[in-house]
């Protein structure tokens, strides 16, 4: 059974604490998604209702297409400039920042030089450093 990425848990928890509800935007199927949010106990945290997996989503308009995030602000009923999104995927970014979001690209499976040259990325920073910044404002 594999944990979640060192950090994650305390940034989803500090970010739950000082925005409310979280959701998320996958292309995993929503029962796995589910499962895995229940499995190290998120699912409190997290508004399934408003959040988007692969079902949700045509394949032809899966990430890096901007359709997941523009269906997720809809859900939110927000405007997407006023979406906040964590991602570590350079295909997610591109997603996050066509739909018009602020992205933070993680640096978890990518190395910190490898988001800056290769993705679009507003900022981008180690787990510590976004739990950090959230913790702090």
Do not use: W
Request: glycine share 6%.
């Amino acid at each position: 059974k594999s944990e979640p990425i060192k950090g994650v848990a305390a940034l989803i928890d500090a970010c739950y604490k000082k925005l409310g509800k979280l959701i998320v935007v996958t292309a995993e199927l929503r029962q796995p998604m589910e499962a895995a949010l229940v499995r190290y106990k998120f699912s409190r945290m997290f508004d399934l209702n408003l959040s988007v997996a692969g079902e949700d989503i045509e394949r032809e308009c899966a990430k890096p297409n901007p359709k997941p995030y523009l269906v997720a602000a809809e859900k939110m009923k927000v405007g997407s400039s006023e979406v906040l999104v964590f991602e570590d995927s350079i295909q997610g970014i591109q997603s996050a920042k066509s739909a018009g979001c602020f992205v933070v690209g993680l640096e978890t499976t990518h190395t910190r030089e490898y988001l800056l040259n290769q993705s679009v990325a507003d900022v981008v920073m180690s787990v510590g450093e976004a739990l950090a910044l959230i913790l702090k404002n």
